[in-house]
């Protein structure tokens, strides 16, 4: 396989966009605030593979709603024909290892 790593996407005002290519068809893209320092491509691909990792085990988890659960009240309304890979993630396990990661970024 080919590097998953996309590079750099496009800049919009102060936000650096990067893209990662899963192998099951799935791009992560990952904003990052700029800064008067330059991003090294090491560190963000760092923080694309971690986020990837998180992803794999969601998906891998053998009793998990893959896109959560529909009746979720706190969610936005998703249609129930959508298909379970479109639906927006809704993990408190994933949401914990984007917050860790997030905090080794220094992201808020």
């Known amino acids: 396989m080919s590097n998953p790593f996309l590079g750099l996407l496009t800049t919009l005002e102060d936000t650096a966009i990067y893209g990662y290519q899963l192998h099951m068809r799935v791009t992560i893209l990952l904003m990052l605030q700029l800064r008067d320092e330059p991003l090294n491509d090491v560190d963000v691909?760092?923080?694309?593979?971690?986020?990837?990792?998180?992803?794999?085990?969601?998906?891998?988890?053998?009793?998990?709603?893959l896109g959560g659960h529909l009746g979720d009240a706190h969610a936005p309304p998703v249609s129930p024909d959508t298909h379970p890979a479109d639906r927006p993630i809704r993990?408190?396990?994933?949401?914990?290892?984007?917050?860790?990661?997030?905090?080794?970024t220094g992201a808020q």
């Open 45 to 65: 691909q760092a923080v694309l593979r971690a986020v990837e990792g998180a992803y794999i085990l969601y998906r891998s988890e053998p009793f998990a709603v």
């Open 91 to 104: 993990s408190a396990a994933f949401d914990h290892r984007i917050a860790t990661i997030a905090g080794w």
